[in-house]
């Protein structure tokens, strides 16, 4: 079936830097991503919407300044933390919104990144 | 978007069939519902999906009522691998965001 790839799978960074987070699709063209963070023990919190090309849909609540998120293209989203916190520490985990050859229209969710803030 | 709703926990033993079942009352005319399955550190993994009726796959079944008010997740001979959570989410539009529910937390005892 489709395939998401999303990098890193873990990062530790330092309070005040920023982290970059990659979502790739392989094997399809995915004109919509999700980002969503989860707590531990908590569900999936969707942060924004992005559609290639095109600026991303925050949720409310979701500081869009600090969570930067491009969509340059139809296989490549990338979230940036900017001036992380430990406050920011959480499991963040892509979705892609795509055709696959084998499975048709849906959605294939990414690994998830395990971003530890110190 | 449809609310969902599921039970926070279930158990069961190693060898069993499990059902989840999930209520959806506002589904509109156009969803699909669709199952995930996400162990920890992990992202969720596509189960099963459907509209009405009963959809079967190689590693699930999903009964859906008439009136596509509720949904039955059911797993075959459940071993200690299917300890997850397993969530239940309800859309159509193709530009749908999805949006998660608390999920059902499944422990499968030896």
């Known amino acids: 079936g489709a395939v998401v790839s999303q990098h890193p799978s873990w990062v530790i960074c330092k309070s005040g830097t920023s982290v970059k987070i990659e979502c790739r699709s392989l094997?399809?063209?995915?004109?919509?991503m999700f980002w969503y963070r989860q707590f531990p023990k908590q569900s999936l919190m969707l942060m924004a919407t992005?559609?290639?090309?095109?600026?991303?849909?925050?949720e409310q609540g979701v500081e869009k300044d600090k969570f930067l998120i491009n969509h340059a293209s139809l296989t490549l989203s990338t979230l940036t933390v900017t001036s992380a916190h430990p406050e920011d520490s959480s499991f963040y985990i892509c979705?892609?919104?795509?055709?696959?050859?084998?499975?048709?229209?849906?959605?294939?969710f990414g690994s998830g990144t395990r971003l530890t803030v110190v | 978007l449809a609310k969902t709703t599921q039970p926070i926990s279930m158990d069961s033993y190693e060898g069993q069939e499990v059902n989840i079942t999930c209520s959806h009352n506002n589904i509109a005319t156009n969803d699909y519902i669709t199952w995930y399955q996400q162990f920890p550190s992990q992202g969720p993994r596509f189960i099963i999906q459907?509209?009405?009726t009963k959809v079967k796959n190689e590693v699930a079944s999903l009964f859906i009522p008439a009136d596509r008010k509720s949904s039955t997740l059911s797993l075959p001979r459940v071993s200690l691998s299917d300890t997850a959570v397993y969530y239940c989410l309800v859309g159509g539009d193709r530009d749908d965001k999805i949006i998660f529910g608390k999920g059902t937390r499944l422990h499968i005892l030896p």
């Open positions: 992005s559609n290639e090309g095109s600026k991303a849909t925050y």
């Open positions: 094997d399809f063209q995915a004109t919509t």
């Open positions: 979705s892609a919104l795509g055709i696959d050859r084998r499975t048709g229209y849906g959605y294939t």
């Open positions: 459907g509209y009405k």
